[in-house]
Nanobody, 124 residues
Framework: QAQLVESGGGLVQAGGSLKLSCAASGRTASSNAMGWFRRAPGKEREFVASITWSGRGTNYADSVKGRFTISRDNAKNTMYLEMNNLKPEDTAVYYC?????????????????WGQGTQVTVSS
């Protein structure tokens, strides 16, 4: 399995921006899709965005469309999530994961390796 390490989380005011990174190492299954999920306090884990290996295929949760952008740099084995116009409801621990498929899927069950998460807190 791949080892994934997220970074870039922090505290930001509403309307602000953050860019998360996910560095992959080990058996990265580099041709597979990757994705971001989040878990807010007291809530279930939810899909945020996913991306194919080429980057040409992406999927976004409706709640983040137009505000978040997922991308990846395969030469650096790194995936990114640029988050703009952040809202207090975006507060959560954000996790990156490698999919078991090349398709930019949205179900957590279709993802294998997971990172440990990075906290994003948006104050009002």
């Amino acid at each position: 399995q791949a080892q994934l390490v997220e970074s870039g989380g922090g505290l930001v005011q509403a309307g602000g921006s953050l860019k998360l990174s996910c560095a992959a190492s080990g058996r990265t299954a580099s041709s597979n899709a990757m994705g971001w999920f989040r878990r807010a306090p007291g809530k279930e884990r939810e899909f945020v965005a996913s991306i194919t290996w080429s980057g040409r295929g992406t999927n976004y949760a409706d709640s983040v469309k137009g505000r978040f952008t997922i991308s990846r740099d395969n030469a650096k084995n790194t995936m990114y999530l640029e988050m703009n116009n952040l809202k207090p409801e975006d507060t959560a621990v954000y996790y990156c994961a490698v999919a078991k498929t090349v398709i930019a899927v949205t179900s957590a069950a279709l993802f294998g390796s997971w990172g440990q998460g990075t906290q994003v807190t948006v104050s009002s």
